[in-house]
Nanobody, 114 residues
Framework: QVQLVESGGGLVQPGGSLRLSCAAS????????MAWYRQAPGKERELVAR???????NYAGSVKGRFTISRDDAKNTLYLQMNSLKPEDTAVYYC????????WGQGTQVIVSS
């Protein structure tokens, strides 16, 4: 079992950057897959990026080249660096840990608007 707490969301202008953090309540080195999802108003939750314990990453096509997922096992923290943000990136962003069962954080709001 693990508790996840996201932070780092906020209001940013188009073209700006944000870094999201997801702090875990236990060590994450043994968690096979951690990921960021997002859910925009009126839309289904979608996968943004995932990273394995070995460091392999995958990205949604809409964020590839702009977002970078990383994990710091020593700090038990997952990150999402978001650059060149667009209004369509506006959503609640959720951290997830797949341990056979999926665990979720409470989400952090990202609003991209001028």
């Amino acid at each position: 079992q693990v508790q996840l707490v996201e932070s780092g969301g906020g209001l940013v202008q188009p073209g700006g950057s944000l870094r999201l953090s997801c702090a875990a309540s236990r060590n994450i080195f043994s968690i096979n897959v951690m990921a960021w999802y997002r859910q925009a108003p009126g839309k289904e939750r979608e996968l943004v990026a995932r990273i394995t314990s070995g460091g392999t990453t995958n990205y949604a096509g809409s964020v590839k080249g702009r977002f970078t997922i990383s994990r710091d096992d020593a700090k038990n923290t997952l990150y999402l660096q978001m650059n060149s943000l667009k209004p369509e990136d506006t959503a609640v962003y959720y951290c997830s840990a797949n341990m056979g069962v999926s665990y979720w954080g409470q989400g952090t709001q990202v609003i991209v608007s001028s």
